[in-house]
């Protein structure tokens, strides 16, 4: 960015009148504020000016003929009846272009240390997904690094994806795989009420200097407010946008929807929203959805938003509320699963229960019919497993068990594995591993002849 639209980005910044209110209760979580009802308006920001030199923000969610009702965004302590609360219009984001390899929070403020200079246009947190009938199509195969999305969980440019895991079963390193390897212009990652010991270790270990060079990470650690940690993934969606409309390829990760779905319940609480699915209000799925509608195909002429969101599932209970409202809107779905992980491969996909949407159009006939073979296989196998465990199954019963059971230890291994040679290469892979090892031919049968 030159000096002319930093100094733009400034400007637009400034305001010529400023209008206040004052504080006239505190009313449970939110703040009562007077005297801005002919200006005030949902979203909007204050900006509170305490008794001891402090300055608190503050979002307004309700509004009523008399008061303004605001929730703060940090501590409450110092606030007095009769602080001073100035008026600002809603907090929008300016993303630039060198943003690119930074570490920043919600509101455009940087985490790393380094100065960070905004962009010349202010984007709205809740901006409208394209038009319907203008957007594009799902593009080109992606190539990925990793023999199973290479292959049986294809993605496509803008295919909109939810990775659906408990905790400590390898979600983060996936998601660092796809943010180094996975083929795209920039990437964008949203760590949404993150452990604020893992963003260091995430950034240095499992993202590294190759992906972070290509990178922006928005972050809030878990012990923001919940205005902060709602806001991340609408601040990272600007940001991918800002990219998009430069005709770019976005790869855009949000970690996780569910800590984003439990920020905004505490948000609509406060504001006096009622919960219903499982304390969950009902704005939940409309936040949820909208989210995920901004991503994919940009309008004819711009570029394409490819998103994966991780949900936390506890138990691998997929008809949970925020999966069920997410896994309805994605272009597929891939579920992580703890015994997988317990057993020490990785990652640790159930590519029976999961599901790419891209296909079978995205594959030729003779790649789908390979990836149906090696589902076929799995399926087999799955159906088989516990009686083949526990000694029950006897070889020559069923043909095609005895072929998944001859198979399966290579597929299984496919599924952890690496793809250095491509789509092409990892589809020639698979072939292989769908081929039963070679046994021993049967001589000849005692009274048949030769």
């Not at 526990?390 to 005895?402: H, N, R, T």
Request: a neutral charge; hydrophobic letters at 40%; aromatic letters at 4%.
């Amino acid at each position: 960015m030159n000096i002319l639209d930093e100094i733009r980005a400034q400007v637009h910044e400034l305001r010529p009148l400023r209008v206040s209110g004052r504080i006239s209760r505190v009313d449970g979580q939110l703040l009562a504020v007077e005297g801005l009802t002919d200006l005030a308006r949902i979203g909007d920001w204050l900006d509170i000016r305490t008794r001891d030199g402090g300055r608190i923000g503050a979002e307004i969610l309700r509004l009523t003929p008399d008061q303004a009702f605001a929730l703060p965004d940090g501590p409450r302590e110092g606030l007095a009846i009769g602080d001073r609360a100035e008026h600002r219009p809603a907090r929008g984001i300016s993303p630039d272009d060198s943003w690119i390899g930074r570490v920043i929070d919600p509101y455009g403020r940087p985490l790393d240390g380094r100065a960070l200079l905004p962009g010349a246009r202010v984007r709205a947190l809740d901006a409208p997904a394209p038009e319907p009938a203008r957007r594009g199509r799902l593009g080109a195969r992606l190539e990925t690094g990793m023999a199973v999305f290479n292959t049986l969980l294809p993605v496509v440019e803008g295919q909109r994806i939810g990775l659906f895991a408990g905790s400590g079963v390898g979600k983060s390193m996936l998601l660092g795989n796809f943010a180094r390897n996975m083929q795209a212009d920039v990437v964008v990652i949203a760590l949404i009420g993150e452990r604020g010991r893992e963003l260091r270790e995430f950034v240095e270990d499992v993202l590294g200097p190759e992906g972070l060079a290509r990178a922006v990470i928005i972050a809030a650690t878990s012990d923001q407010p919940p205005l902060t940690r709602r806001r991340c993934a609408q601040a990272a969606m600007c940001v991918a946008e800002h990219f998009r409309d430069q005709g770019k390829h976005v790869l855009m990760l949000a970690d996780s929807i569910t800590r984003l779905a439990e920020a905004h319940r505490e948000v609509a609480l406060a504001g006096g929203e009622e919960a219903s699915l499982r304390g969950f209000p009902p704005s939940t799925a409309h936040r949820i959805m909208a989210l995920a509608e901004r991503a994919g195909p940009g309008r004819d002429g711009t570029g394409a938003i490819t998103a994966i969101f991780t949900v936390l599932v506890a138990g691998s209970d997929m008809e949970e509320p925020i999966a069920d409202i997410l896994r309805g809107v994605l272009d597929g779905h891939v579920v992580m699963d703890r015994a997988i992980a317990e057993r020490g491969r990785f990652p640790a996909i159930d590519v029976l229960r999961s599901v790419s949407r891209a296909l079978p159009h995205c594959a030729s006939p003779e790649e789908n019919a390979r990836i149906a073979e090696a589902r076929r296989l799995l399926g087999a196998y799955d159906r088989a497993e516990m009686m083949v465990q526990a000694g029950l199954y006897e070889k020559g019963s069923d043909p095609l068990v005895d072929r998944a059971i001859a198979v399966w230890p290579a597929l299984d291994a496919f599924v952890g594995e690496p793809a250095p040679a491509g789509i092409k290469g990892a589809f020639a892979k698979l072939a292989k591993c769908t081929e039963p090892p070679p046994t021993a031919q049967p001589g000849p049968q005692p009274g048949k002849r030769r």
